[in-house]
C-alpha cells in the first residue's frame, strides 16, 4: 500500500520534491497534459454548451496506464501541479482520468519548490479551483474554435496549408502596421550643431545648440553668424537628483531584460526559467505579479545590510499596473535570496544571476546624483549651447544592477563631470560644427518589444507571450533575422580658426539586429484577416476577450455563455466568407511586357511571393519568375519585376562548362555541372553576381562537400557515410538513417551499412502504416467547417446518442469526457 502519492506536470519538478518529502511519499509526473480535445468535430460539441470532447493521447496512454495503478493504491494522492489556469486544469484532468475520490484526493499549490514550501502546501490542501478550470477551458475552445473554423478560409481564399490563431493573428497584424509605417516614413534631415569652447582656466567644454537647423543654407549663415562672435556663460544650473530601481521580475519583463543583456529568444528565457524553478532555484516564472512575500524582503535586507552596509537598503512594496495581474502571486525572485550564484548550465547560471540582481536592486537605496546644466551665449546669435553633466554622488542600486531600455538612435547627450565655470565667464571658441542628421522610421519589433507591447495592449497573459512569438515564427509569418544596413552619404560643415570648411561623409545606417520582418505570406493572410475579420484580430477585442478569461477566473462570469456570445457572431461570418469572398493573394498589376503587352503582376504563388506576366486564361502558359530575399509584393517596381525575368543567368564558364545563376525554391543559387551552391544573403545578387564570385562559391561548396563525405561503397553508389548537423548519418537514394553514436562510422562495412537501413525502414513502414495522408485531414477539417453550419436540430440528435454511447462506453472503459465540477474537497 502506498501511503502517498504526489503527482506534478515533470520529472524535473518531481525529482526536486523528492528531495524535501520522506519515505511514505512517491511523486511521480503526469509529463504534462494528460488529455487534449479530440480533432474530430473540433472536439467541441457544439449543441450542448461547447462541452469539449476530451481524448487521451496515444503518448500518455501508458502515463495513465501507471498513474491509475498507482492512485488505486495510495491512501491519498496529492495534486501538486502548478497553480496558474494550466497547472489547475492538469489537476482537474488528472482527477477526472484517475477516477479519484474526492474524500482521499488532496490539491496542493506552491510558488516555489522549497521544502518550507512544499511541507506549508501540504499543511494547507484546498479544493480545485473550477473557476480557473473554466477560465483555461474557456480559452482553449475559443482558440480550437477560431483556429479550426479560418484555417480552412484561409486555405481556400488565400493559400493552401495556412493556419490562424486568435492571439498570433493580432501579434502578426502588429508587425505588419509596424512594416507600413517603416515603407511610408519620408526620412528628413537636419544639422546637428556642437560646439567646443575653452574655458578661462583653458579646460575644454563641449556643449549642442539647444535646436537643430533645418538645411544647409540655414546653417552656413549660423555658422557665419558666429565666425567672429564672443561667448559667455549665461547660466550654472545645479540640480540633485535621483534613479529609482525597477520592479522585481515579471515573466514580460524577465523575457525583455534577458533578450537585451543575455541576447535570449523568448522562448529560450521560459526554457531556461523552466529549468531553475523545477530545480528549486527561483519562483515560478509564469506571473504578472511584482509583490515580494515578507520572507523574501527580509532575507534581501539582511543580504543588502552584510554586503553593502545600512545605507543601501530601503525596502520597497511595488505594485503591478498590468490589467488581470494576479497580486496573489509573487513577482520571479531566487528562492534562497543569499545565493547569489548557482550551479548548472551556462545559461541557467546567467538567467540566475540576472534574476538574483533585480531582485536585490528592488529593495536598494536610489542612486543620487547631481546634474549640472550650462549654458553658453552670444549676443550675435538668437540660440545658446548647452552643455549637460552628471555626476553620481551615491550609487546606491546601481553598485548591483542597471536596467537596459530598448531605445535606439538615441544621440548621445554629454554627461560626465563638467569644469567649474561661473556666470558670465567669458568663453574662447575653438570649433563649431554642424552634422546632418536624419530622422529615423519607427523602429522594427525584437521578440521583447513586441512581448512589451502585446502587454501594454492587454493582448495575453503570461503563458501566452512565448508560444505565440514561437507560433508566428513556425508558420512562416514572420522571420527573425540581422539585416545590414545601406550606406548614406552626409554633410558635415565645420568652422575653425575663423574660416568655414564644408566635407562629404558615409556611414552604415539602417542595420537590423534579431529583428521581426512580416514576410509577403504573413502580410497578405493579415490583410486577408483584417478586411474579413477585422472584429476577431482586433487590438480590443481580443484585449477584452482576455478580460473575459480573468472573469470567468474569478467566477463572475459563465465561460459557456462567454463562447457562445462569440460564436453566434464569429461562425456566421466564416460561411459568408467562404461563400461570398473571392480569392485574395496579394495581386498588384504593375504593367504590360513591353515585349509582349501582357500583364505583369505580382502576388502570392505556391512557393511564395512571385511575378508573373500573362494570365491563365492565355494561349501561352504565363512566365513566373520568384522575388529576391529583400523584395515585397507591396513594394516592388516594373522595372526590378521585369530584371527577374532575365534569370536564369549565364555567367560565363568554368572548367568548360555553363555556371548558371538563378532563383530557386529555397532562394537565390549558381548552379554548375549539375551542383548547386547558394547565394549569401545580404551580399550575393543573382542578377549582378560576377564569374569570379560564382567560382568562389563553387569552390566553398566543392570543400563543404569534401568534408561532408565519410565514406562511399563500391557496391552501391547510392550508399553513403555523411557529416550531418547531428553527427554521422547514412544516405541511402533519397532517404536518411541514423548510426548509432557507440559505433564508428569509417569503419561500416557495406553489409552493415545495408542491415541499418532495413531495419529502420522496416520500423517507418510499421510507423506510417494507418496513418492517414494529410490531405485526408485537411478535407476532414474543412468538412468539419461546413458541418459546423448545419441545423442545430440535426446535430443535436446525433449529439445526444453520441453522448448517450460515451457515456456507456466510459463506464467500460473508466474515462470520462465529463466537464463535471466535482472537486477534491480539503482533507
Known amino acids: 500500500m502506498i501511503e502517498n502519492l504526489v503527482i506534478v506536470e515533470s520529472p524535473a519538478k518531481a525529482k526536486t520534491i523528492e528531495k524535501f518529502l520522506g519515505d511514505k511519499f512517491l511523486v511521480k509526473s503526469s509529463f504534462g497534459h494528460i488529455r487534449d480535445l479530440a480533432k474530430k468535430n473540433f472536439g467541441i460539441d457544439l449543441d450542448n454548451d461547447y462541452s469539449p470532447q476530451y481524448i487521451i493521447p496515444d503518448d500518455k496512454k501508458e502515463v495513465v496506464k501507471e498513474l491509475k495503478k498507482l492512485a488505486k493504491e495510495a491512501k491519498v494522492v496529492w495534486l501538486a501541479s502548478d497553480e496558474d489556469r494550466e497547472g489547475e486544469a492538469i489537476a482537474w484532468h488528472l482527477y477526472k482520468v484517475l477516477e479519484l475520490d474526492e474524500k482521499s484526493t488532496r490539491r496542493i499549490v506552491f510558488h516555489e519548490i522549497t521544502k ?10 484546498r479544493e480545485i479551483d473550477q473557476h480557473l478550470v473554466d477560465a483555461q477551458q474557456a480559452r482553449r475552445v475559443l482558440d480550437r474554435l477560431v483556429g479550426f473554423e479560418l484555417s480552412p478560409v484561409l486555405w481556400r481564399k488565400v493559400k493552401p496549408s495556412l493556419s490562424a490563431g486568435r492571439v498570433q493573428s493580432v501579434a502578426v497584424r502588429l508587425l505588419v502596421e509596424r512594416e507600413r509605417e517603416i515603407i511610408n516614413f519620408k526620412s528628413e534631415s537636419s544639422f546637428r550643431i556642437t560646439g567646443k569652447f575653452l574655458t578661462e582656466g583653458e579646460q575644454l567644454i563641449q556643449a549642442e545648440l539647444t535646436k537643430r537647423l533645418k538645411d544647409e543654407k540655414t546653417t552656413r549663415q549660423f555658422l557665419e553668424d558666429a565666425t567672429d562672435a564672443d561667448f559667455y556663460v549665461s547660466s550654472v544650473q545645479k540640480k540633485p537628483g535621483k534613479k529609482t530601481p525597477a520592479a522585481p521580475f515579471t515573466t514580460s519583463t524577465l523575457q525583455q531584460e534577458a533578450s537585451r543583456k543575455l541576447g535570449f529568444s523568448v522562448a529560450r528565457t521560459m526554457s531556461v526559467a523552466q ?25 534581501a535586507a539582511q543580504m543588502i545590510n552584510q554586503e553593502f552596509g545600512e545605507k543601501y537598503h530601503k525596502a520597497r512594496n511595488y505594485q503591478t499596473k498590468s490589467k488581470g495581474a494576479q497580486e496573489a502571486h509573487e513577482a520571479i525572485r531566487p528562492t534562497y535570496i543569499n545565493k547569489p550564484m548557482v550551479g548548472g548550465s551556462e545559461p541557467e547560471k546567467r538567467l540566475y544571476e540576472l534574476i538574483w540582481k533585480r531582485t536585490i536592486a528592488s529593495q536598494m537605496s536610489d542612486a543620487q546624483l547631481e546634474r549640472t546644466t550650462i549654458k553658453i551665449e552670444s549676443e550675435k546669435l538668437s540660440t545658446p549651447f548647452q552643455a549637460n553633466g552628471e555626476v553620481l554622488k551615491f550609487d546606491g542600486f546601481l553598485k548591483v544592477y542597471i536596467e537596459s531600455t530598448d531605445e535606439e538612435n538615441q544621440e548621445e547627450e554629454t554627461k560626465g563631470l563638467l569644469p567649474k565655470v561661473k556666470e558670465d ?16 522610421h519607427p523602429p522594427r519589433y525584437t521578440e521583447a518589444s513586441l512581448v512589451k507591447k502585446l502587454e501594454e495592449l492587454g493582448i495575453g497573459r503570461p503563458s501566452t507571450y512565448a508560444p505565440t512569438i514561437s507560433t508566428i515564427q513556425n508558420r512562416g509569418y514572420v522571420i527573425k533575422e ?7 552619404k552626409f554633410q558635415v560643415l565645420t568652422l575653425s580658426n575663423g574660416e568655414i570648411k564644408s566635407a562629404e561623409r558615409k556611414e552604415t545606417t539602417g542595420a537590423e539586429k534579431k529583428k521581426l520582418f512580416p514576410n509577403d505570406v504573413g502580410i497578405v493572410v493579415n490583410d486577408f484577416l ?26 463572475q462570469e459563465e465561460w459557456n455563455k462567454m463562447i457562445d456570445r462569440f460564436y453566434k ?36 504563388g505556391p512557393y511564395g511571393p512571385m511575378v508573373q506576366i500573362g494570365t491563365k486564361e492565355d494561349e501561352d502558359k504565363p512566365k513566373f519568375a520568384s522575388l529576391l530575399r529583400g523584395q515585397h509584393l507591396e513594394t ?21 562548362k555553363k555556371v548558371v545563376a538563378a532563383i530557386g525554391r529555397f532562394g537565390p543559387y549558381v548552379r554548375h555541372d549539375g551542383k548547386f551552391a547558394s547565394l549569401k544573403r545580404g551580399i550575393d545578387d543573382p542578377l549582378t553576381i560576377t564569374l569570379e564570385r560564382a567560382i568562389e562559391l563553387i569552390e566553398e561548396k566543392r570543400e563543404k562537400d569534401r568534408n561532408r563525405l565519410i565514406k562511399q561503397f563500391k557496391e552501391d553508389a547510392d550508399v553513403e557515410i555523411l557529416n550531418g548537423r547531428w553527427g554521422p548519418y547514412i544516405k541511402y537514394k533519397k532517404d536518411n538513417y541514423r548510426i548509432p553514436k557507440t559505433v564508428e562510422a569509417k569503419d561500416l562495412t557495406y553489409e552493415e551499412v545495408m542491415t541499418m537501413v532495413k531495419e529502420q525502414g522496416e520500423k517507418k513502414s510499421a510507423k506510417g502504416k494507418g496513418k492517414k495522408s494529410s490531405s485526408t485531414s485537411a478535407k476532414k477539417k474543412t468538412t468539419a467547417t461546413k458541418a459546423a453550419g448545419k441545423k442545430k436540430t440535426t446535430t443535436a440528435k446525433k449529439s445526444t446518442k453520441k453522448n448517450t454511447t460515451k457515456k456507456t462506453t466510459a463506464k467500460k472503459t473508466g474515462k470520462s469526457s465529463s466537464t463535471s465540477s466535482t472537486k477534491p474537497k480539503k482533507g
Open 425 to 440: 565667464e567669458r568663453m574662447q571658441q575653438e570649433e563649431i560644427q554642424a552634422t546632418q542628421r536624419f530622422t529615423h
Open 275 to 299: 529549468k531553475l524553478y523545477e530545480a528549486g532555484k527561483i519562483t515560478y516564472m509564469r506571473t504578472d505579479s511584482v509583490n515580494l512575500s515578507s520572507s523574501a524582503m527580509q532575507a
Open 482 to 488: 540581422d539585416r545590414p544596413g545601406v550606406e548614406r
Open 530 to 555: 483584417v478586411e474579413n475579420f477585422d472584429d476577431i484580430i482586433d487590438f480590443n477585442f481580443t484585449a477584452k476577450v482576455e478580460n473575459e478569461f480573468d472573469k470567468v477566473a474569478q467566477g
Open 636 to 656: 516592388i517596381t516594373f522595372e526590378e519585376a521585369l530584371k527577374l525575368f532575365d534569370l536564369p543567368r549565364d555567367v560565363g564558364e568554368y572548367e568548360g
Open 116 to 125: 518550507d514550501a512544499i511541507i506549508r502546501a501540504i499543511e494547507n490542501p
Open 569 to 604: 457572431n464569429f461562425h456566421p461570418k466564416v460561411e459568408d466568407t467562404l461563400e461570398n469572398t473571392g480569392r485574395s493573394a496579394g495581386e498588384r498589376h504593375l504593367g504590360d511586357d513591353p515585349k509582349t503587352g501582357k500583364p505583369i503582376t505580382a502576388k502570392l
